[in-house]
C-alpha cells in the first residue's frame, strides 16, 4: 500500500508538528468520515517519523523507511511522552499533518499495551500495575481515560485512528499460571474487566476502530485453547447472535515471529506432522491459516460476520540463505517438519530478538479472504528486550529470554534464540534492523 511520505518529508513533518494542529491545516479539522467496515481500505498510513529516521539511517533501510507503523504505549509515561520518546499527542498531530498532503483518509495504529501485570506468561513483567495493588482501577483511571480523552480531541476527528488493544492478553488466561502474576491475574478476573473496558471506552469514539488482540497460532491455535478463546473474546465483548460489538476485527501474530504462510507443509500431509515437537498438537503451522479459521469460530462465539483479522508481518518473513526451497524427503517426522519450515525458532514460544528472523509481507489491505490488512504493528528495529542490566532509567528490568545464552529445559534443551548485545525494550537496535532488511521475505 502506499504511503502519504516518504523518509525525504521526515525532517519538514517533524518540525511541522510543533505547529499547533489548526495552524498547519489552516483552520478546525473537518469532521472524520462515516465509520466504514475496513479501516485499512482506501485510505493510507501513518508514518512514524521517529522510527522513520533510524529506519533511513541504517544501510539498506531507506527501502523501508516509508511504511506505516504502529504506535506503542507500554508505560503511561510514554501518553505524554519522554525525552527520548514523542508522546501520543506529537504522533497525531505528525498524523494530521501528513493527512493535510491528500484526500484519502489517513489510518494510524495505536497500541494500548500496560495491562495490570502485562504479560504475566513472562519471566519479567515491566508494566506499571499489578493487581495487587489496584492495578485495575489504576489501569481505567491512569491508562485507558487519559488515552480516550486524547483520541477524542475534535483536532483528530479526520484521522482513521486504529487502536489494537493489550496485545498477548490470552496466554495469561488460557494456560496454566506459569508465575505467580499470572496466578493473581486468573484469580482476579482483572484481565478480562480490564480489556472490556478498554475496548468499550475507545469503540465510543467514532473515529476510533477497535482490534482486539487475539494472540496467535501459537497458543490459540491448540484444539484445547481454540474455542475456549473464541468465547471467551465474545464474552469480554459482549458478542451474542452476530450483533454489534465494540470491536471491528482481532490482531494476530503482534510482536510476533509466526511465519504468515507455510508453503512446504501443513497438518495434513501423510506424516504424523501434529506430533511433531515443532507443531506439538497445533493444528495450524502458520497465522494465515490460523487466523482465517479463528474468525469463523469467532463469528460462531457470536461475533458479526464483518469482522476482520489483521496480521503482524512485520518480522515473520524468515528469508535469507537458510529458507528451505522444498518439502522435506525425510521419513522422520521431527527431521520432515524441521527441514521444511520457514519458522526457524527453537520453539513457538521463543518471542525475544529471535536470530534468522526478517522483514514480512509489506502492509497491505484485504491480501486474503477474511483479513482486513497485513501491518507491521511492530515497528522492526525496536528491541523487544534485553538479557543483560543494561542501563533502565526508566525502571525496564532485563528478561531472560532475551539472553542468548539463556535455555528452557522444561520440555528439552530450548535455547532462547536472542540476538546478543540487544538494548533494552524499545529502543533501537540497529543489529537487529539489518538482519531484519537481509532476510526479508518477499525480498526487496
Not at 107 to 114: A, K, N
Not at 215 to 231: I, K, L, M, Q
Not at 392 to 410: F, H, N
Request: hydrophobic fraction near 40%.
Amino acid at each position: 500500500m502506499a504511503v502519504r511520505l516518504g523518509a525525504r518529508l521526515t525532517a519538514m513533518v517533524a518540525a511541522m508538528i510543533l505547529l499547533p494542529v489548526a495552524v498547519v491545516l489552516g483552520g478546525t479539522p473537518a469532521a472524520a468520515d462515516t465509520r466504514v467496515d475496513n479501516p485499512y481500505v482506501a485510505a493510507e498510513r501513518y508514518v512514524d517519523p521517529w522510527w522513520s529516521a533510524s529506519a533511513a539511517a541504517e544501510p539498506g533501510g531507506a527501502a523501508v523507511a516509508g511504511q506505516p507503523t504502529g504506535v506503542w504505549l507500554p508505560r503511561v509515561s510514554l501518553i505524554a511522552g519522554t525525552a527520548s520518546s514523542p508522546g501520543l499527542r506529537a504522533h497525531l498531530n505528525e498524523a494530521v499533518v501528513q493527512d493535510a498532503f491528500g484526500s484519502a483518509p489517513l489510518t494510524i495504529q495505536i497500541v494500548l499495551d500496560d495491562l495490570p501485570d502485562r504479560n504475566c506468561t513472562h519471566l519479567v513483567s515491566n508494566g506499571d500495575f499489578s493487581v495487587t495493588s489496584d492495578g485495575l482501577n489504576r489501569y481505567r483511571s491512569e491508562y485507558v481515560d487519559p488515552i480516550a480523552e486524547i483520541l477524542a480531541d475534535p483536532a483528530y476527528q479526520r484521522l482513521r485512528i486504529v487502536a489494537i488493544v493489550e496485545p498477548d492478553f490470552l496466554p495469561g488466561l488460557l494456560l496454566p499460571a506459569a508465575t505467580s502474576r499470572c496466578s493473581a491475574v486468573q484469580a482476579s478476573g482483572a484481565y478480562p474487566a480490564a480489556v472490556r473496558y478498554a475496548v468499550t471506552r475507545l469503540h465510543a469514539i467514532p473515529n476510533v476502530y477497535v482490534y482486539l488482540d487475539a494472540s496467535g497460532r501459537g497458543v490459540v491455535g491448540h484444539p484445547d485453547n481454540f474455542g475456549r478463546a473464541a468465547d471467551l473474546l465474545a464474552s469480554i465483548a459482549g458478542a451474542s447472535g452476530g450483533g454489534p460489538t465494540p470491536v471491528e476485527g482481532f490482531t494476530v501474530n503482534v510482536a510476533g515471529y509466526g511465519a504468515l504462510v507455510e508453503p512446504y507443509y501443513n497438518t495434513h500431509m501423510g506424516l504424523a506432522v501434529k506430533s511433531s515437537r515443532w507443531v506439538a498438537g497445533n493444528d495450524y503451522v502458520d497465522e494465515l491459516s490460523f487466523a482465517q479459521a479463528f474468525r469463523q469460530r469467532l463469528i460462531a462465539a457470536g461475533f458479526g460476520s464483518g469482522i476482520g483479522m489483521v496480521i503482524d508481518t512485520s518480522r515473520s518473513g524468515w528469508g535469507g540463505p537458510y529458507r528451505p526451497a522444498r518439502t522435506s524427503t525425510s521419513t522422520d517426522v521431527n527431521r520432515f517438519v524441521d527441514e521444511s519450515r520457514t519458522d526457524r525458532r527453537h520453539s513457538v514460544g521463543n518471542w525475544c530478538n529471535q536470530a534468522g528472523a526478517g522483514l514480512g509481507a509489506r502492509p497491505t489491505a484485504i491480501p486474503a479472504a477474511g483479513v482486513d490488512a497485513y501491518a507491521w504493528i511492530k515497528p522492526p528495529g525496536v528491541s523487544d528486550g534485553s538479557g543483560t542490566n543494561v542501563t533502565t532509567p526508566d525502571g525496564i528490568r532485563p528478561d531472560p529470554m532475551c539472553d542468548p545464552a539463556y535455555a528452557q529445559v522444561t520440555d528439552g534443551y530450548l535455547p532462547s534464540g536472542a540476538l546478543p548485545y540487544a538494548p533494552q525494550a524499545g529502543q533501537w537496535f540497529g543489529a537487529q534492523f539489518q538482519q531484519l532488511l537481509a532476510n526479508a521475505y518477499p525480498p526487496l
